[in-house]
């Protein structure tokens, strides 16, 4: 009875200055509506540069680095253990890039539930032969379909069909880059020439397109069962294997315990791609910095307003306190006051915001290094609209707090004998 | 013996600034239930300190004054807050109402704080307090639309919604004209003889004064004939 009785007054004190009210409000809804709008196309464009990375890279890539070993061969030895050793560098001899026995770990990656899904892929260098002259590229072999369904592989495939490399032999998906240099077209034949000097012709079926130039200059695609029989190798021969995981967070602690498990080297997401990390981490530290503070200073609005509408209504304050209304209640009836502007004001935010993300969603935004991105990227996490509201709570809860305290402090004797 | 409504023993009240003064000195006196007092004195005599402090708004005095047979000494700011609210009825020399409602929910908001009744209740006995004071066709205007006496008169309903054990006045009529302050001295005649209202009035008009059941006189703060 009591709490409805002060929400109409509060309601009624609120209309009597509507558009005092207004204004408030007004400051609250602006910055409500640049905050959801500033954070959502903001985190939009975080997740697509996270994507231009994070989407075609594996959270775990298992592979055999060419390196010396770890332990030199004299290390094995006892007798030599506390003496000096001179011969500390032998180099590594039979290098080979394939990873062994990996049809067991295949399957066992396969029945682990961590894993959402692998691809296992071939990494082959390679001169392309455009007349007389060689330009180095690489060729990746990959399992199409496992490539589409973790990598989005199709996505980037800007000119014909991505199952063409499975559906005709010997072709090839070009990069962008390198096509432009061979004036290759689709349909037409190149020719390669294979580390071992074998000269080979493929079928251009499409062009790949990374969003990264220089990548694309050199990179091509081709099936596993292509690449294999161009480096003349048995149909398990396979130099990668990418993992993509469930839970991203977990590959630090998974690459080393395949690294461990299956005797190989395995690198995880985060270490080889830190730098993104910590770019999207300050672009959503700065939009959040900007929003909250925006709603601070429609805080400090509300603030002066409240001010002012407790100079004015002092007479009231008076009035309702001589007639048996505690400073309680008139605390409550000010903080009602300042929560109500901040709940309406900030609930038309969220409408605003949700209409001007939704506008920028529509701008066009083509450019040559992102090919499936036709409009500005919008975010519309709920998160950021929940944030939102409580953020325009506690701020004109803040906001009203002191005026609501000096209303309810308010001597009426000294209103009443001031008149 | 008649009911004791009010009782002050003792009250003594000084202001500090700037100098210290002593402004009431050893009040004592009682209002019985369903008499009609009023208080007169010269201008700066402590007639509305006085008030202030029977009606529980000022606590900042020495002594002890009894509502009802209860002391306020030890009752919090929420529990006097209450007491106003149900035991006294307050007329100021300016009418004092609330300019954002109309004039039935003027008379009504002490009513719904009070909580004894429900909306649909204090409603009709805002009528029936606006019917005895002849102002229910302005029941629906806003308070500021009102003319000053019309004004004073919503200020003696709202100060009767809760039928309360005494209703104090502060020169209820020293803000109205001869015509409109006859209405209103006649309206606490009405209420005292009908009603057996009990009303503690602080007046400048003798012609008024006398006609009351008893008359307080103050000067310099004490009372000099109860
Ligand atoms: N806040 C205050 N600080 C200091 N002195 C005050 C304060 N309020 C009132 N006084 C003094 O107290 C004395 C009594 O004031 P009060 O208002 O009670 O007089 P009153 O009898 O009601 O006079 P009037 O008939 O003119 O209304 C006056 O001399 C006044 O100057
Ligand atoms: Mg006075």
Not at chain 1, 278 to 303: E, H, K, N
Not at chain 2, 113 to 129: D, I, P, T
Request: charged content about 20%; overall charge neutral.
């Amino acid at each position: 009875m009591n709490i409805k009785l002060l929400l109409t007054i509060a309601k009624s004190l609120l209309l009597a200055r509507w558009r005092q009210t207004l204004v408030a409000a007004i400051g609250v809804t602006f910055s409500i509506t640049m905050f959801i709008t500033l954070l959502s196309f903001m985190s939009g464009l975080n997740d697509l540069l996270d994507g231009l990375i994070l989407n075609r890279t594996a959270h775990i890539k298992l592979f055999n680095e060419i390196k010396a070993t770890k332990d030199q061969p004299i290390d094995l030895s006892d007798k030599f253990k506390s003496s000096y050793h001179f011969i500390h560098s032998i180099k590594p001899s039979n290098a080979r890039q394939e990873i062994y026995n990996n049809g067991a770990i295949l399957k066992a990656l396969n029945s682990d539930k961590r894993v959402k899904g692998i691809a296992p892929k071939i990494i082959a260098q390679v001169f392309y032969n455009v007349g007389a002259i060689d330009i180095t590229g690489v060729i990746n072999g990959i399992d199409v379909e496992a490539e589409n369904k973790l990598f989005f592989f199709n996505d980037y495939v800007t000119a014909g069909n991505y199952i063409d490399l499975l559906n005709v032999p010997n072709s090839i998906i070009l990069g962008k880059g390198a096509a432009e240099k061979m004036l290759a077209n689709i349909g037409d034949v190149i020719q390669i020439t294979t580390p071992k000097g074998d000269r080979i012709q493929l079928k251009v079926v499409g062009f790949f397109q990374s969003g990264l130039v220089e990548l694309d200059k050199v990179q091509s695609y081709c099936s596993l069962t292509t690449t294999q029989k161009l480096l003349g190798k048995s149909s398990n021969y396979i130099t990668d294997i990418q993992v993509k995981l469930n839970d991203m967070t977990t590959a630090p602690v998974l690459a080393k315990e395949y690294a461990n498990t299956f005797g190989i080297d395995a690198e995880d997401i985060q270490t080889a791609n830190s730098q993104f990390e910590t770019g999207s981490s300050i672009r959503t530290l700065i939009s959040y910095a900007v929003g909250i503070t925006l709603l601070i200073v429609a805080g400090f609005g509300i603030y002066n307003i409240l001010n002012m509408m407790i100079y004015e209504k002092m007479d009231s304050i008076a009035i309702l306190k001589a007639t048996g209304f505690s400073g309680k209640d008139v605390n409550t009836i000010f903080v009602v006051i300042a929560l109500s502007i901040g709940f309406f004001g900030g609930l038309v935010g969220l409408l605003f915001g949700f209409g001007l993300s939704s506008v920028i969603d529509q701008i066009p935004f083509n450019t040559a290094s992102l090919p499936t991105i036709k409009t500005y990227p919008i975010n519309y996490n709920p998160k950021f609209y929940t944030i939102g509201i409580t953020f325009s709570l506690i701020t004109t809860y803040f906001a009203g707090l002191f005026p609501a305290r000096k209303a309810s402090k308010i001597d009426p004797v000294v209103i009443i004998r001031g008149k | 013996m008649s009911q004791i409504v009010l009782q002050a023993k003792g009250i003594n009240k000084s202001f500090h600034d700037p100098i210290t003064i002593q402004i009431l000195k050893d009040i004592n006196f009682t209002v019985n239930k369903g008499e009609f007092v009023s208080v007169i004195g010269k201008s700066g005599c402590g007639k509305s300190t006085l008030l202030y402090i029977l009606s529980t708004m000022d606590t900042d005095f020495q002594g002890e004054l009894l509502i009802d047979g209860e002391s306020t000494r030890n009752k919090k700011e929420g529990q006097l807050a209450l007491v106003r609210n149900e035991k006294i009825g307050f007329v100021f020399q300016f009418h004092y109402l609330l300019n954002e409602f109309s004039v039935l929910r003027n008379v009504m908001l002490p009513g719904l704080k009070l909580g004894k009744y429900s909306e649909e209740e204090v409603e009709h006995r805002a009528m029936q307090k606006l019917k005895i004071l002849g102002i229910e066709n302005e029941a629906h205007k806003m308070a500021n639309q009102l003319s000053g006496g019309q004004k004073q008169r919503v200020a003696i309903a709202r100060a009767l919604i809760n039928d309360p054990l005494i209703i104090m006045g502060d020169e209820p009529t020293g803000n109205l004209d001869k015509k409109n302050g006859k209405i209103v001295f006649d309206i606490f005649q009405e209420l005292a003889q009908e009603f057996k209202q009990t009303l503690l009035i602080v007046t400048h008009d003798n012609e008024f004064a006398n006609s009351t059941d008893r008359i307080i006189e103050m000067e310099d703060g004490r009372i000099v004939k109860l």
